[in-house]
Structure formats: C-alpha cells, structure tokens
C-alpha cells in the first residue's frame, strides 16, 4: 500500500497569512494526488485534483503543486472560512489512502 | 443539484450485520464510479470500497475484505454497502462518494454521512 504522510500534523496561523501543507507519497504517484477540506460534522470537500487542478467553485487562493512523491497545498491569503483539517489523497492505486490530516488553526 | 443521501447506519453488536444506502439525485448514476469511506471518531478519513459504474470492478480495504460487500443497482440510483461480521474497529460515519470524470481526480460529492456504532 502507498502511505500518505502530511506535515504539519497542525497548524496555527492567522487571517490574511499564506499557508503551505505538505504531503508526502511512500512511492511515485504521479500526479495523482487530490486534496480535501473537512470542517466539523461536515463531509469532505474536493479543493484539487490531479495535484493542481482547481475543483470547480473552489477559490482562487487554493493551489496545489508536485507530482512523483512530493506535494503541496499553498493557501495564498487565509480566510476566516479556511480553518479546517485538509487531507490528501492518492488515487494513483488501490486502497486509495489518505494522508492523516492537517488541522489548520486560527492564531 | 447533486444529492447523496446515506441511511442504514445505527447501533450494532460485535458479529452482527448493517446494510447502508446512498440514494443519488440530480446526476446520471450510472455513469459515475462510487465510493464508500469512513472516518472513527475524532480519526481521519480511510477509503473502504470503489465500484465501477457498471459494477463490474470492485475493490476493497483490506480491513473490511472478507466482511464486506459494495454493490450498487443502476435502475434504482443507489449504491450499497453490506457490513457482516462487525467489529468495534468498524464504528464510524460512512461516506457514499461519487467520483469525479474521471477516477483518477478523487471525489467530487459527497454524502452527509450515516453513523454506524459497533457495540454491545
């Protein structure tokens, strides 16, 4: 199985900052890597696919880079509506595993 | 407007056995690939099982294979998840996840979730 490692596992920052999350692949993935934003008691929302296409609605300050094993989520100017857990997930093969999350913060 | 609509979830013994629904709207049901992940309490998100949309290709987390079964019917846009053999393990809220285009782009919609508790 390819395991997903994040880093920050959290993350305190404040309105109007730029964030950056990384996510670690244990094996070439390609560019096959999505990222997602889960609030509390809510599903999760698709933010990028396929590393760095925008998901249709998703603001314009979400960004995602990388391909291989090596990926980022860039959020460009923080939001009060942006603090949440991101995760990523591969969907280069099965199980498609994900990342154990990052919990963002407001500081 | 896509809609996912989960239900099944509840309270369950060790051994015993749950079937959950995801009733889909507003979309082409059998045009799109399926999902079904959980998440335990105050844990992250695990992928549990994928069908293809014509239900010809499935697959399965090793923690649920053996115990659980996806299936999915076309004609009444509603996919399904079979629990046998539930463990503690087991407990948590179960998503039904549609795939994007394309299942190499994630999940685009999700469900509420329904919870399924294992417990005696």
């Known amino acids: 199985d390819i395991q997903m490692t994040q880093s920050p596992s959290s993350l305190s920052a404040s309105v109007g900052d730029r964030v950056t999350i990384t996510c670690r692949a244990s094996q070439s993935i390609s560019s096959y890597l999505n990222w997602y934003q889960q609030k509390p008691g809510k599903a999760p929302k698709l933010l990028i696919y396929?590393?760095?296409s925008l998901q249709s609605g998703v603001p314009s300050r979400f960004s995602g880079s990388g391909s291989g094993t090596d990926f980022t989520l860039t959020i460009s100017s923080l939001q009060p509506e942006d603090f949440a857990t991101y995760y990523c997930?591969?969907?280069?093969?099965?199980?498609?595993?994900f990342g154990q999350g990052t919990r963002l913060e407001i500081k | 407007e896509v809609q996912l609509v989960e239900s099944g979830g509840g309270l369950v013994q060790p051994g015993g056995s749950l079937r959950l629904s995801c009733a889909a709207s507003?979309?082409?049901?059998?045009?799109?690939?399926m999902n079904w992940v959980r998440q335990a309490p105050g844990k992250g998100l695990e992928w549990v099982s994928y069908?293809?949309?014509?239900?010809?290709?499935?697959y399965y987390a090793d923690s649920v294979k053996g115990r659980f079964t996806i299936s999915r019917d076309n004609a009444k846009n509603s996919l399904y998840l079979q629990m046998n053999s539930l463990r503690a393990e087991d407990t948590a809220v179960y998503y039904c996840?549609?795939?994007?285009?394309?299942?190499?782009?994630?999940?685009?919609?999700w469900g509420q979730g329904t919870l399924v508790t294992v417990s005696s």
């Open positions: 069908i293809s949309s014509s239900g010809s290709t499935i």
């Open positions: 997930q591969q969907s280069y093969s099965t199980p498609r595993t």
């Open positions: 507003g979309f082409t049901f059998s045009s799109y690939e």
């Open positions: 396929a590393a760095s």
């Open positions: 996840a549609r795939d994007h285009s394309s299942s190499w782009y994630g999940s685009d919609y």
